[in-house]
């Protein structure tokens, strides 16, 4: 079994359940994009033990997996199973939904049918090229969450930095567009505004939820293990230099020192009807 699939396998631990078997009367929603501290949010909501333990239960792998745990054969079976198990005695029922498991799943019409008035916390990174480079180094390693162990050494590639960068944009985009588009209730939230700040943070979603959490009850600092490194900084560095260096005709290619040796390499170089491409769907997510 795979470092990867263990972490996935904790959250069937039944430890994870809420004492009572109670009916969902709310989801609160975590609309997330990876390496964007939804781990740690949701580590946070649970804590309060009234805000549900948001967990990605829609990742395929995940849902595929619940559904032969609880012996059903579709979906809203499955969610309903869950909630009994996973709703906190306040009645608020969690998940954690990057976007392409939302669009798997059938979109924002198949959240309003099989979750009970969802309301969506936006959770996102001001500083977008950090999360791409924790995110590819998170895709090399293997290491998702602090607790677990890097499986593999990592080399700095731009490329790899440049393509999460535009993997995180494009989910964060499209979520807001499909939340305000649907209308539903949105909390929008930046990462960098939790830290440091996480009892207010937490306050800020309970009373978003219309949930009353007493003060004493609020965590005060998160239980998870920041991932971060000097490695991170030093990587955001040299890709933001690798792009000042990097042609200006809107391609992505970069001209890489060789080792340090001063030789320059064309590592992947990008076509321009690639970039193109990528250009057209930003634009029309901010449509």
């Known amino acids: 079994m795979s470092r990867h699939q263990e972490f996935v396998d904790g959250q069937f631990d039944p430890a994870h359940n809420f004492q009572h078997e109670g009916n969902a009367t709310k989801t609160l929603v975590i609309a997330s994009s990876p390496r964007c501290g939804s781990h740690m949010l949701g580590h946070l909501l649970h804590a309060t033990n009234q805000l549900g333990h948001p967990l990605e239960y829609l990742h395929p792998v995940n849902f595929a997996r619940w559904k032969e ?26 998940t954690k939904i990057h976007y392409p498991q939302l669009a798997a799943f ?11 008035d969802p ?38 590639d731009a490329h790899a ?38 009892a207010e943070a937490v306050a800020s979603i309970a009373a978003f939820a219309g949930v009353e959490v007493p003060a004493g009850e609020l965590p005060a600092a998160p239980s998870t293990r920041r991932q971060g490194s000097s490695l991170n900084a030093e990587w955001r560095a040299r890709f933001l230099a ?16 060789d080792g340090g040796s001063g030789r320059s390499t064309n590592r992947g170089r990008a076509p321009k009807r690639a970039v193109k491409r990528l250009i057209g769907r930003i634009q029309r997510v901010g449509r």
């Open 106 to 116: 059938g979109g924002i019409a198949a959240l309003r049918e099989h979750f009970p």
């Open 161 to 198: 930095i440049d393509r999460a960068l535009a993997d995180v944009i494009l989910q964060t985009a499209n979520w807001r567009r499909d939340v305000l588009r649907s209308d539903l209730p949105v909390l929008e939230l930046d990462f960098e505004d939790i830290l440091g700040r996480e």
């Open 69 to 94: 745990l609880y012996a059903t054969s579709d979906a809203g079976e499955t969610i309903r199973q869950l909630m009994r198990n996973r709703t906190s005695p306040s009645g608020v029922f969690s």
């Open 242 to 257: 690798d792009v000042a260096r990097s042609p200006s005709d809107g391609t992505s290619r970069f001209e890489l020192a």
């Open 119 to 156: 309301h969506v916390v936006l959770l996102r990174r001001r500083d977008s090229i950090k999360q791409a480079v924790s995110l590819a180094i998170a895709r090399q390693t293997g290491k998702w969450i602090g607790e677990t162990p890097s499986v593999a050494d990592v080399q700095y």
